[in-house]
């Protein structure tokens, strides 16, 4: 069982390249489906004809009328269709209730399972679908590698409940001018809809400044900053998570204390002292770095308390002191 | 019949023509038609009629976009204000075939499924001064073929062939202001209210700007 969980981390890193790369090739298929609409190939510009060719080769296995049967799988993990089955994000239903002031109840059940799903696996689109979890991980690989030429980059810590006050500043600004507020400063909204502009339409607009500025943020001020402290999806999911019956559990008898899991927690998080809370996300990376495969997987609603240190008995050097 | 009374009666009609008509004149005269603007940003079909209805029920997921084979649905950027990341169809580029994915695909009731008889996006308004045909019997008929809604929306004036007159059932889907090759462009969508106003009595609305300033 243990063997198996170790893996998890390369599943999820699938996962996600998976769903950042569907984001780069669904506007391309929107694309040949709109070229495909016009039946006019031979008018097609040679960059275009490329686009027209290989996505014709791509899909012929799968699809009889592609002007159609595309329309199966489209959208953004913002809101989509998934062969038939409408998902929303659960932020932009809290938003759409507080700009409308109404409870549309087609729109509130598309997000009934991503809801249920929070409520068992607590923050798991932070860590396995978000498509901006995919470039943030990447730049703490990046400040990972500017602290190791040197740089004391990204070490500040801030406080964790200035995401719920951004939530709640969002609903109300929402409920103010009647306007979506999360749409434009929630990131995977963003980079959804920014790529699909840059590919299918004009270009990147200016969502992607407030992007690019984010990523600035994580890579020179703290470590995933974004995320950990201001992202309002991030506080939604925490808030249904809190009591998610899916945790991660340390095993004393087998814990060393060698702390490799507290410096590969992106989230800061202490796994070391059984402190996950609701900010942990179920990415399973302290899991795949641990070396006496101590920590696993269990079914329950609490953390447990501090166990102690591992069965080594070794003192941290912050007790000893 | 005598020759003189023959002419005395063609008089007296041309007389009660000239007068009768006269009243027609001087309103006219004194209220000019006045053309409202062009809207160049129209809402999609299927939409709620308030734009700030719209503008609450929009995420701004731009699957409407992603579904429209055509690709006319374009969205506002930060000059749009609060109505930013929100979808329009600017039809001199791109025009609305009219087809229906992008109502069905929508989550949320910014758009509703609607029939394409009961799309309210506008209405065409034909600038008769500048379109070819009504200015010195030009041939043309490019509005009138392309409407995807027949004669109930746009027709020849009777007994004028190519010169096109605007309907009640026109929905505002603007594929005659796409297909229009006059560069005068005399073709343009307006709000469906605004469009009314023009056609019977434009004069009214501006004066009541005129008073209001």
């Given amino acids: 069982m243990k063997k198996i969980v170790r893996h998890l981390n390369k599943v999820r890193w699938f996962v996600l390249t998976v769903i950042f790369s569907m984001l780069i090739l669904l506007p391309f298929l929107h694309l040949y489906q709109s070229y495909e609409a016009a039946h006019a190939y031979d008018l097609l510009a040679p960059n275009e004809k490329l686009i027209y060719d290989s996505m014709e080769w791509l899909t012929k296995p799968f699809v009889k009328d592609p002007e159609v049967d595309l329309n199966e799988l489209k959208g953004t993990t913002w809101s989509g269709t998934l062969f038939g089955l409408k998902l929303s994000d659960p932020l932009s239903v809290v938003g759409q209730i507080a700009a409308g002031k109404n409870i549309y109840w087609p729109f509130l059940l598309t997000a009934l399972i991503p809801i249920l799903l929070t409520v068992v696996f607590g923050r798991f689109y932070c860590g396995w679908i978000c498509p901006a979890t995919f470039i943030y991980e990447l730049n703490d690989n990046l400040a990972a590698w500017i602290r190791k030429a ?9 406080d964790k409940r200035i995401k719920y006050f951004v939530l709640a500043a969002g609903i109300v600004i929402s409920a103010a001018t009647g306007m979506i507020a999360f749409a434009t400063m929630y990131p995977p909204a963003i980079l959804g809809r920014e790529i699909y502009y840059s590919i299918a ?121 | 019949m005598k020759r003189r009374s023959f002419m005395q009666k063609i008089t007296l009609g041309l007389g009660l023509v000239t007068f009768s008509s006269l009243p027609y004149g001087l309103a006219r005269l004194l209220f000019p038609k006045v053309l409202a603007d062009a809207h160049t940003r129209i809402p999609l079909p299927g939409a709620l009629p308030n734009q700030k209805d719209f503008l609450e029920a929009c995420i701004g997921c731009a699957l409407c976009g992603e579904v429209c084979p055509p690709d006319c649905v374009k969205f506002h950027s930060v000059d749009g204000g609060f109505a930013s990341n929100t979808p329009y169809i600017d039809p001199s580029r791109k025009s609305c075939t009219l087809c229906g994915y992008c109502m069905e695909i929508c989550p949320t009731e910014a758009l509703t499924v609607t029939d394409i008889r009961e799309v309210d996006m506008g209405t065409a308004q034909i600038d008769r001064v500048a379109c070819y045909p009504w200015v010195d019997q030009g041939v043309c008929g490019a509005c009138v073929s392309v409407c995807p809604l027949g004669d109930e929306a746009i027709d020849y004036e009777f007994g004028n062939f190519y010169r096109p007159v605007v309907n009640d059932g026109c929905v505002g889907c603007g594929q005659c202001v796409e297909v229009c090759p006059e560069p005068s462009l005399p073709i343009r969508i307006v709000h469906r209210s605004q469009g009314t106003i023009a056609k019977h009595g434009a004069g009214i609305r501006k004066k009541a700007e005129m008073l209001k300033f």
């Fill in chain 1, 201 to 321: 339409l004009t270009g990147f607009g200016t969502g992607m400044v407030f992007f690019l500025l984010t990523l600035f943020f994580d890579l020179m001020v703290t470590r995933r900053g974004f995320c950990r402290y201001v992202c309002p999806g991030g506080a939604l999911y925490s808030l249904l998570g809190r009591f998610r019956l899916l945790r991660i559990k340390r095993d004393v008898t087998t814990c060393n204390d060698c702390a490799k899991c507290n410096v590969v927690c992106q989230f800061g998080l202490d796994p070391l002292r059984d402190n996950f809370s609701q900010e942990c996300n179920n990415c399973t990376a302290c899991i795949a770095v641990c070396p006496t495969d101590a920590l696993s997987f269990t079914l329950n609603i609490k953390d447990v308390k501090f166990q102690g240190p591992g069965h080594l008995g070794h003192k941290y050097k912050k007790d000893a002191a």
């Fill in chain 1, 150 to 158: 040197g740089l004391p980059v990204s070490k500040h810590k801030l």
